[in-house]
């Protein structure tokens, strides 16, 4: 293989150039996985701070109860289980009927 673009040394040994390499100078662009990312933890930065000051001093709150919807919070957990077993119970149900026996 004496290709530049498939091997890192050539059949010399002499590093290639460069020019060749991608330039330390040279910028990507964001990827839309980056930018998603950054939006939904400004958003929850911003849900969870202007929730609390609104608790704080619009309905005078202190400790827990500076969680916005905090019951929400607390049965968010439940509802997820719940939501997963919902989606696999259909697909137990069909390898319980396939007729195998229990060992």
């Given at each position: ?52 000051c609104f608790m704080r001093y619009h ?6 109860d500076l969680v916005p919807n905090l ?33």
């Amino acid at each position: 293989m004496t290709s530049s673009h498939c091997c890192l040394h050539d059949y010399t040994g002499i590093p290639p150039t460069t020019s060749s390499r991608r330039r330390a100078s040279e910028k990507t662009p964001i990827s839309i996985g980056t930018i998603l990312s950054i939006s939904f933890f400004l958003v929850l930065i911003t849900y969870v701070a202007g929730g609390v000051c609104f608790m704080r001093y619009h309905h005078n709150a202190t400790g827990r109860d500076l969680v916005p919807n905090l019951e929400l919070w607390t049965m968010l957990p439940g509802l997820i289980k719940g939501g997963v077993l919902f989606v696999i119970q259909p697909c137990r149900r069909r390898l319980e009927s396939r007729g195998y026996e229990q060992m």
